[in-house]
Every structure is written in structure tokens, then in C-alpha cells.
């Protein structure tokens, strides 16, 4: 067993720390405040290759390893998560969804300018009425010869109002249940693509989250990625893999506001000495920290699995179980370790508090992580 980062690592760990303090710090309250788009962020991440980091070269992406992408959003995500979102999505669901299942054709017209960011991409699975339940798509694709006829709302779209291309689950065939679902690439420059409202957010507010309709959207058929019915098997693959993401997310959380709890608690002095020397605060820091180690290890050991082969699907669970859970936890006990401080914007730790709420609902909730994780289980065993 080696806990060893290698050079590499080390090297796209510093670079997205350094990313994050200065090119995500600046403005990072102001465009929560008014819920602004980090265009000119997305544009230098793109620029880094943070947005294609594990695709291969050959179609535009930075070729490195699953370690590597979970450093970088950790680092992202101390400082801003509303950009570690889109690099999330865009990277775990939108782009490694492509190279793993799409045509070379698809590859080609898609994933180059996804993965050098040039687009960003969405991923459509959830509904109105069809969130957790995600078998019970209302929308429906259905089969006309040579293309889909795509019609439906999703709602809760990452990247909504700024993304080109939407990875969008449906249903073709009713009967068949979940064996009838289908994965499509649809450019949201066709006829029928509707985008609506933007929705104001609790966290993540800078990040844009639309509802989409489809409104009789033609879908070539060579645009359906994998075999006929594949498209739900695809969401849960994808979905594996992109939990692994979250979960990163919610470490840089905990992490961010960790790093500005122990500074401030060495700064601010009550009673005659640095409140971190009130061994009620010292507490709140030992208990972090030790949080923090042990959500290190279930995500790094989730993106070693993924990238050596291993299954994954139970690991990432349980790494974006108990990460999200430290992070609203710890978020929590960060603004209390920084008093009426915390309880403002200028401080940074309340916004990392409103951040870490979406960790334990998207990409499934924390009940369906058990859901998962219980499953693994009762199949005989994780070990
Ligand atoms: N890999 C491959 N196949 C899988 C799989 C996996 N990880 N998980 C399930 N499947 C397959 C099953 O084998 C089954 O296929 P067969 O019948 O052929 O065996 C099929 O999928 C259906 O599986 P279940 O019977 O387990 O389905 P279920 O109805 O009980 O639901 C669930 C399981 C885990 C709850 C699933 O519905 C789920 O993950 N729900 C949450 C949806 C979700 O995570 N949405 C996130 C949207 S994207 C997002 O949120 C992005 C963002 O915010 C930034
Ligand atoms: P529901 O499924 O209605 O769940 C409500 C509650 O019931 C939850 O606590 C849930 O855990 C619980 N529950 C449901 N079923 C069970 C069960 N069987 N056992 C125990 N408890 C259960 N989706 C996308 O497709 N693409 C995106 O880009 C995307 N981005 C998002 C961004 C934001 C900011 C938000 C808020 C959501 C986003 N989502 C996205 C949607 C997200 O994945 C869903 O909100 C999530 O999967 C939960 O679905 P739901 O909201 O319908 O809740």
C-alpha cells in the first residue's frame, strides 16, 4: 500500500490551488451575491485543460489520471463551487461519458470541444417527476427511422443556460421499463430546445440551473450513444463515476473552511489568548481535521479504483456519503469557530456553509448513496 502522491500529482494539485486563490478568489462573493456566471473562470479553466482533465490527448483532453481531477476540484472547491460544478459535471458526466461509450464519429464532433472546453456540456437525467426514482422518465424519444422525436421537460440543469450540448436520457420504448431508455447528444442550437428560468439558489448561486424543454427536437440517430436501451445502464455508470467528483467537491469544502477556521482561531483572541487555545474551539479543529483525513482517503481510494479498473460503484457511495456529511458538519462549525464573523460574506465560511447543502442531494442523494452502498452489501460483501 502507497499513500505517496506522485510528482505529477503534486504539480496539478498546486496548479488548481493556485488557480483557485487567484483566478476563483477575486469576485467570488459578488458573483454569489448576484448570481453571475464565472465566464471569464470557466475561459482560464479551459486554458489550464481543467475542463477535459482525464480525456486522452488525441480528442483535446489533458490525458491525466482520475487522482489528479479529484486534487483539482478539492483545491476548486475550498474557494469556489459554483466552478467546480461546471468543471465537475462537464469532466465526470458530460466528457467521460463520451470517450467511454460514444463513436469515434461522436468523439470526434463532440468530445474535442468539450474536453478543450471550446463547449460545455449538461447532463439531462432528472425530471419534475423523476429525481431519485430515475427509472420513471416522462420524457420520451420516441423512434421515427432515421432520427428521434425528443419531447419532455428535465429540470435541475447544471450549465443550463450555458451549455452547448446536453447529454439527455429518455424513454423509447414504455414497455420495456427501464430497457427502454435511451442517451442522446443534442446540440442545443436545433429547433426545439427550449431553455427556462434560471432558478436562485440556496448554494452554488454563481452556477446556472435551468429547467429545459424539448419540443419535437429532431435527434439524428447516430446521436444516440450505445446500443438501443442502454440509456439508463449509461446514467448509472456515469453517475458512478461522477459521485467520485461530488465527493471531491465536498472534501475542498470541508477543507476550505478548515484552512480559514484555523487561521482565524489563531487570530482572534478572547479571554486574554487565540480562541484555538479554548479547547472547545481546539476541539472543533481536531475533529475537522480528522474528518477531513478519513474523507481524503475514501475519495482518493475511489478515483484509484476507478482508474485501475476496480468497481467503484459502492467506494464512490460511500465517499460521497461521508464527505458530504462532514462538509455540512464542518461548514457549520466554521462559521461558529469565527462567532458573528462567520455569520457574514466578507469571511467566506457562510457561503461554504450554503455550498455544502447541494453535496448531500445531487448526483443522488445521500439516502440513495445508502441505497447503493446497501445494495453492495447485501450482494455478499464489499470486501
Ligand atoms: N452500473 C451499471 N448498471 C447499473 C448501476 C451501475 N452503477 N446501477 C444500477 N444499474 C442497473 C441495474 O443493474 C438494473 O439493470 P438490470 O435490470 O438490467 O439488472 C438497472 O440499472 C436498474 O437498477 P435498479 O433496479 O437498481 O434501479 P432502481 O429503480 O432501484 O434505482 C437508484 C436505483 C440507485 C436509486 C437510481 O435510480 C439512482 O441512482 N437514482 C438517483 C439519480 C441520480 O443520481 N441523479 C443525478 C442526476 S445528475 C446530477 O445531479 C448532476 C449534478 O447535480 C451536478
Ligand atoms: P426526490 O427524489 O423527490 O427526493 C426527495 C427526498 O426523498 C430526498 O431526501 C430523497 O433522498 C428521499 N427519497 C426518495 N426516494 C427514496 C427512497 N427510495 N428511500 C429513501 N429516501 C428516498 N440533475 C440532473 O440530471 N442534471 C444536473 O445537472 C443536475 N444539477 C442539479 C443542480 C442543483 C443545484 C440541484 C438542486 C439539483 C440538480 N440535479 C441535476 C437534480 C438532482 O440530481 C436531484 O435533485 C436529486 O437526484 C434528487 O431528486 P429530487 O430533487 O427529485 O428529490
Given at each position: 500500500m502507497n499513500f505517496?502522491?506522485?510528482?505529477?500529482?503534486?504539480?496539478?494539485?498546486?496548479?488548481?490551488?493556485?488557480?483557485a486563490q487567484q483566478i476563483c478568489k477575486p469576485g467570488v462573493i459578488e458573483r454569489d451575491t448576484h448570481m453571475t456566471y464565472p465566464t471569464e473562470q470557466i475561459r482560464q479553466m479551459a486554458e489550464m485543460g481543467f475542463l477535459g482533465m482525464t480525456v486522452s490527448p488525441e480528442y483535446g483532453g489533458s490525458g491525466l489520471d482520475y487522482i489528479s481531477y479529484v486534487l483539482a476540484l478539492e483545491e476548486i472547491s475550498k474557494v469556489d463551487n459554483s466552478c467546480s460544478v461546471i468543471m465537475s459535471v462537464n469532466n465526470s458526466l458530460?466528457?467521460?461519458?463520451?470517450?467511454?461509450?460514444?463513436?469515434?464519429?461522436?468523439?470526434?464532433?463532440?468530445?474535442t470541444k468539450l474536453a478543450t472546453g471550446e463547449w460545455i456540456g449538461s447532463f439531462c437525467l432528472s425530471e419534475p417527476?423523476?429525481?431519485?426514482?430515475?427509472?420513471?422518465?416522462?420524457?420520451?424519444?420516441?423512434?421515427?427511422?432515421?432520427?428521434?422525436?425528443?419531447?419532455?421537460?428535465?429540470?435541475?440543469?447544471?450549465?443550463?443556460?450555458?451549455?452547448?450540448?446536453h447529454l439527455v436520457i429518455a424513454q423509447s420504448n414504455p414497455e420495456a421499463g427501464h430497457h427502454g431508455i435511451n442517451a442522446f447528444i443534442v446540440d442545443t442550437e436545433w429547433e426545439g430546445v427550449e431553455i427556462g428560468a434560471k432558478e436562485d439558489k440556496l448554494g452554488i448561486r454563481s452556477s446556472d440551473t435551468h429547467t429545459i424543454m424539448y419540443n419535437n427536437v429532431k435527434v439524428p440517430k447516430e446521436n444516440r450513444i450505445g446500443a438501443d436501451g442502454f440509456g439508463f445502464k449509461f446514467a448509472m455508470k456515469i453517475l458512478s463515476g461522477g459521485r467520485i467528483g461530488i465527493a471531491a467537491q465536498a472534501l475542498g469544502i470541508t477543507g476550505g473552511a478548515y484552512e480559514l477556521a484555523v487561521a482565524y482561531s489563531q487570530e482572534r483572541e478572547a479571554f486574554g489568548k487565540p480562541i484555538a487555545h479554548h479547547q472547545a474551539i481546539a476541539f472543533k479543529l481536531a475533529d475537522m481535521a480528522t474528518?477531513?483525513?478519513?474523507?481524503?482517503?475514501?475519495?482518493?481510494?475511489?478515483?484509484?479504483?476507478?482508474?485501475?479498473?476496480?468497481?467503484?460503484?459502492?467506494?464512490?457511495?460511500?465517499?460521497k456519503l461521508f464527505a458530504s456529511a462532514a462538509a455540512m458538519k464542518h461548514t457549520v462549525e466554521a462559521v461558529q469557530v469565527h462567532g458573528g464573523y462567520g455569520y457574514v460574506k466578507e469571511y467566506h465560511v457562510e457561503r461554504l456553509m450554503r455550498d455544502a447543502k447541494i453535496t448531500q442531494i445531487y448526483e443522488g442523494t445521500s439516502e440513495v448513496q445508502k441505497i447503493v452502498i446497501s445494495r453492495g452489501v447485501l450482494k455478499g460483501g464489499l470486501y
Amino acid at each position: 500500500m502507497n499513500f505517496q502522491l506522485t510528482e505529477e500529482h503534486l504539480a496539478v494539485r498546486e496548479a488548481a490551488r493556485d488557480f483557485a486563490q487567484q483566478i476563483c478568489k477575486p469576485g467570488v462573493i459578488e458573483r454569489d451575491t448576484h448570481m453571475t456566471y464565472p465566464t471569464e473562470q470557466i475561459r482560464q479553466m479551459a486554458e489550464m485543460g481543467f475542463l477535459g482533465m482525464t480525456v486522452s490527448p488525441e480528442y483535446g483532453g489533458s490525458g491525466l489520471d482520475y487522482i489528479s481531477y479529484v486534487l483539482a476540484l478539492e483545491e476548486i472547491s475550498k474557494v469556489d463551487n459554483s466552478c467546480s460544478v461546471i468543471m465537475s459535471v462537464n469532466n465526470s458526466l458530460v466528457c467521460s461519458g463520451l470517450e467511454a461509450y460514444g463513436t469515434e464519429e461522436q468523439k470526434q464532433q463532440y468530445l474535442t470541444k468539450l474536453a478543450t472546453g471550446e463547449w460545455i456540456g449538461s447532463f439531462c437525467l432528472s425530471e419534475p417527476e423523476a429525481g431519485s426514482d430515475a427509472t420513471h422518465q416522462r420524457t420520451t424519444a420516441v423512434d421515427q427511422g432515421d432520427h428521434y422525436l425528443l419531447n419532455g421537460t428535465k429540470n435541475w440543469i447544471t450549465s443550463g443556460g450555458t451549455s452547448r450540448i446536453h447529454l439527455v436520457i429518455a424513454q423509447s420504448n414504455p414497455e420495456a421499463g427501464h430497457h427502454g431508455i435511451n442517451a442522446f447528444i443534442v446540440d442545443t442550437e436545433w429547433e426545439g430546445v427550449e431553455i427556462g428560468a434560471k432558478e436562485d439558489k440556496l448554494g452554488i448561486r454563481s452556477s446556472d440551473t435551468h429547467t429545459i424543454m424539448y419540443n419535437n427536437v429532431k435527434v439524428p440517430k447516430e446521436n444516440r450513444i450505445g446500443a438501443d436501451g442502454f440509456g439508463f445502464k449509461f446514467a448509472m455508470k456515469i453517475l458512478s463515476g461522477g459521485r467520485i467528483g461530488i465527493a471531491a467537491q465536498a472534501l475542498g469544502i470541508t477543507g476550505g473552511a478548515y484552512e480559514l477556521a484555523v487561521a482565524y482561531s489563531q487570530e482572534r483572541e478572547a479571554f486574554g489568548k487565540p480562541i484555538a487555545h479554548h479547547q472547545a474551539i481546539a476541539f472543533k479543529l481536531a475533529d475537522m481535521a480528522t474528518d477531513i483525513e478519513a474523507a481524503r482517503m475514501l475519495v482518493y481510494r475511489a478515483a484509484w479504483l476507478k482508474q485501475s479498473g476496480g468497481n467503484y460503484d459502492q467506494a464512490g457511495a460511500m465517499a460521497k456519503l461521508f464527505a458530504s456529511a462532514a462538509a455540512m458538519k464542518h461548514t457549520v462549525e466554521a462559521v461558529q469557530v469565527h462567532g458573528g464573523y462567520g455569520y457574514v460574506k466578507e469571511y467566506h465560511v457562510e457561503r461554504l456553509m450554503r455550498d455544502a447543502k447541494i453535496t448531500q442531494i445531487y448526483e443522488g442523494t445521500s439516502e440513495v448513496q445508502k441505497i447503493v452502498i446497501s445494495r453492495g452489501v447485501l450482494k455478499g460483501g464489499l470486501y
